[in-house]
């Protein structure tokens, strides 16, 4: 009975890595990596033997060769899962050499001359025994560099993964949105593209923030909770602040709805705080308040809601932020 729920433990773990597992089809078939693609895919066929993918960090090339070696898995064929390449020079056991084998990070072993040396070594035997080989480098090594380090370099194949375009970019946040189960609308992909920090991993992990929250972020709308969640990850890079299209929006309607009682300053308090769901301390470092005295403003408009000339600025504000988030340029 136990070994029966023993056997059945390592099935379910089975399938679990499976599903985590990121094959061909989570990957974003865009210009700027499809070379790679069509790559890693004649090399998972056994039909180009040895492959070097020179690619920007974050950006699609330790996927790849999970998905080389997933597909090569689904076809029945033996293969080594892909390893880092300094692992793979420095420790001794290699028991299953004849396999075709994927190397991430080459670079990284060339920090250390000895493990270097040794890397090229083991290459050079694979290369003589005709065992299929896949590495890969960051762009920060030149395909000139790599094909002077690689043994028998006429015999490689090389492609390259390059900085995604702005329309790429967009592709890739709904592509990983998909692959995640999570429901984008426009803004939100577009905000995601333009003016999330860092790479490929970074709007994986921004997809993953909104989805701890909830899966369905497809109304339009919604890309105003969205900025408050992103918030520190979208903030300040390219001068571009969620903060500033709240202030010139309230601003601009105030300038024709404007409320006895109510300053502009309070509406937008409001609007960061109990729309766009900013913390206290970020709308006052914002606005040059205490964090009591934000939160102060802002409740004093929600108390006040029920005044009809105050609800009417405060839709049109929120319907402002809305359609000026819904730009390409946000």
Same mark, same amino acid.
């Not at 090569?72 to 064929?77: A, E, F, N, P, Y």
């Not at 470092?285 to 939160?295: E, I, M």
């Given at each position: 009975m136990i070994q029966k729920s023993i056997e059945s433990l390592g099935r379910v773990e089975q399938a679990a890595e499976e599903r985590r597992t990121k094959g061909f089809a989570d990957l974003a078939a865009i210009p700027s990596n499809l070379g790679a693609i069509e790559a890693g895919t004649r090399f998972a066929e056994g039909i180009t033997p040895f492959v070097a993918v020179i690619g920007a960090a974050g950006w699609g090339k330790t996927h790849l060769l999970d998905a080389v070696a997933q597909y090569?898995? *689904?076809? #029945?064929?033996p293969t080594n899962r892909p390893i880092a390449a300094t692992i793979y020079a420095t420790f001794p056991d290699r028991t299953d050499e004849q396999m075709p084998l994927m190397l991430d990070d080459v670079q990284d072993a060339w920090t250390n001359m000895r493990t270097k040396q040794e890397l090229r070594r083991l290459l050079e035997r694979r290369i003589r025994a005709r065992r299929h080989t896949m590495v890969s480098f960051t762009d920060t090594v030149s395909r000139q560099e790599a094909s002077r380090y690689l043994p028998n370099s006429r015999d490689w194949g090389y492609q390259a993964i390059l900085q995604p375009t702005k329309a790429e970019r967009d592709h890739i946040v709904r592509q990983i949105a998909d692959s995640e189960g999570v429901k984008f609308s426009k803004p939100i992909v577009t905000l995601i593209s333009r003016h999330l920090f860092g790479n490929g991993r970074s709007i994986q992990g921004a997809v993953h923030t909104l989805k701890l929250m909830r899966h369905g972020w497809s109304r339009r709308d919604d890309v105003c909770q969205a900025c408050g969640v992103l918030m520190p990850y979208i903030h300040g890079e390219n001068g571009w602040d969620p903060r500033d299209v709240v202030m010139d929006v309230v601003s601009n309607t105030f300038a024709c709805h404007s409320v006895e009682g109510v300053s502009s300053e309070q509406v937008c308090a409001y609007m960061l705080i109990s729309q766009m769901g900013l913390s206290e301390y970020d709308v006052a !470092?914002? *606005? #040059?308040?205490?964090? !009591?005295?934000?939160?102060a403003m802002s409740n004093g408009v929600k108390l006040q809601l029920a005044d009809p000339a105050l609800s009417k600025c405060v839709l049109a504000c929120y319907d402002g932020v809305v359609r000026s988030l819904d730009t390409d340029s946000c």
């Open positions: 090569m898995k *689904l076809r #029945g064929t !470092t914002f *606005l #040059g308040v205490s964090p !009591t005295k934000a939160y």
